[in-house]
Structure formats: C-alpha cells, structure tokens
C-alpha cells in the first residue's frame, strides 16, 4: 500500500511540473518566432516565387502554350502551397526538437535586448518590396563612394556568423528547384524529368549561387545596418558566434530548406492536377 501512495505521488507530483516544463518551452519557441522577425520576412517569400514564376513564363515557350487559365491557376497555387503558416510548422518543429529551454532563453535574451529589438526592426523594415527598390539604388551608389574596409570587414564576419548567405542560397536554390518543378510538372508525364535527376541538376549551380548571394548579402548588410555602429555590430556578431547563437541559425537555415523543399513538391503534384483537369476539360 505504501508503495502504491508512493507511486501515485510521483505521478501527482512529477507529471505536472512535467507538462509545465513542457507548455513553458513551447511558449518560448512560439515567442521567439514572434520576436525573431522571420513571420514578417516569411510573408515575402510566396511574392519572390510568383515573381520568379511570371519570368519562367516569359522566357518558357512550353508554358507560354499553356492558357491564361491555367497559367493563372499555378500562380495562384503558389500562396496556398507556400503558406507561411506551413513554414511556421516546419520551422517551429525544428526549434522544438533541437533547440533546448535554455538556448530559448539564450536567443531571446538578445531578441528582447534593446540592441537585438534594433536589429530585428532594421531587418524587418528591410523585407519590403519598396525596401528592395531602395536597396537597387542604394547598389548603384556604391560604385561611387564604395564602403570603407573595415565596415565591410564586419559585416563579412556577420554573414559568416548569422549564416545569411547560406541562408539566401538555400532560398534561391529552392526557388529555382521549385521553379523547374513546376515547368517540368506542366509536361507530357512521359517527358517530365526524374526530380532526383532535377535535383541534382539544381545543385550544379550552388557555386554561382553562393558568389551572387555573397555579393548581394554585402549590398543588403551595407544598406539595412547603414545606421547601426561598429560596436553594435560586434555585439550581433558575438551573439551569432555563441553556443545558443549559432544553434540558432542552423535550425532556422534547416527548417526553411524543409518547408522549401516540401513545397516545390506539393506545387509540382499541384501543377499537375491542374493540368490534368484542364486536359479533361477541353476533352469534354
């Protein structure tokens, strides 16, 4: 009997803090995700593959053969495939599994610093499309009076820290992934190629990806921080450099190449169901 009255207060006693312990991570996950500044920045990211679907279009003589109709029933998949509430899932799993309470509590102690709320501001008022015009001009000013040495210096030690070129590359790759999908899902089934086989064709490219990406991770770094100082970009780097930091960063690089990659294939059997009612449509 005492073992029973013993058994039951562990499970009385341990059981709760268990759930409490458990609620607690979750909440810390769910306001980083918050505070991180990547939903703003997720938002953005069906509009970059709309816009990389309409110039496939232009320059693709298979799907300029394809109806307006059809045409515009891919593009519109796209928001739905690519929903940033499925990023967010994919993402907020990566978190859950590989980041501990403490490196939470590690990321969101900067996250919530006045100098971490500063940098998430600058780079969520960055991921605009009006931003991104500025940005072009801002580019193009700096073949006049280029940046001084050291500025640049710094902020190539953030790249590194932060992962941002990493970042954009997997971006761009698996937008380009997502692309040819879609342009191979429009095909007779027996031209369309093997997506192994588009895969790898794919990654042919990662070393003109990753020096184009550099290059632009540089313009965007010099114009979005223009207003911060050198010793407060040695603070994000230091952050980016510990332990929680650069956790942190390779679970959000791997959560957006999932999602990424899980999309370009749900669009591709997308694409395909809706050329294949098409087809029996115009049967019909």
């Given amino acids: 009997m005492r073992f029973k009255t013993l058994m039951w207060a562990i499970v009385f006693f341990v059981l709760p803090a268990t759930v409490i312990a458990q609620n607690t991570k979750e909440e810390l996950i769910q306001e980083l995700y918050g505070k991180s500044g990547m939903e703003k920045q997720i938002e953005q990211l069906p509009l970059l593959l709309q816009v990389g679907f309409d110039q496939a279009v232009a320059a693709d003589d298979r799907l300029k053969a394809l ?24 993402i907020v799993g990566e ?14 102690g900067w996250l919530n610093s006045p100098i971490g709320r500063k940098f998430t501001h600058l780079e969520e008022s960055a991921s605009t499309p009006e931003k991104y015009i500025e940005m072009q001009r801002f580019a193009s000013q700096l073949q006049k009076t280029p ?17 941002a ?13 997502a692309i040819t999908i879609a342009i191979a899902s429009s095909l007779p089934k027996e031209q369309q190629p093997d997506y192994d086989n588009l895969v790898a064709a794919i990654e042919q490219t990662r070393p003109l990806v990753e020096d184009a990406m550099r290059n632009q991770t540089l313009v965007y770094t010099l114009y979005t921080y223009r207003s911060v100082l050198h010793a ?16 942190y960063h390779n679970v959000i690089i791997s959560g957006l190449k999932k999602a990424l990659l899980e999309g370009a294939y749900k669009w591709g059997e997308s694409i395909a169901d809706i050329i294949k009612q098409s087809e029996g449509k115009s049967e019909a």
């Fill in 147 to 163: 940046p001084e040495p050291e500025r640049v210096k710094l902020l190539q030690q953030l790249d590194s820290a932060v992962k």
């Fill in 67 to 90: 109806t307006r109709s059809v045409l515009g029933e891919m593009r519109s998949s796209i928001k739905m495939v690519f929903a940033p509430e499925n990023f967010k899932k994919t």
């Fill in 165 to 177: 070129t990493e970042t954009n590359v997997e971006v761009t790759m698996n937008t380009q992934l």
């Fill in 95 to 108: 978190c859950r599994n590989n980041l501990s309470a403490d490196d939470l509590k590690s990321i969101l």
């Fill in 232 to 247: 407060e970009l040695r603070q994000y780097i230091a952050f980016a450099s510990s332990p929680a930091g650069t956790k």
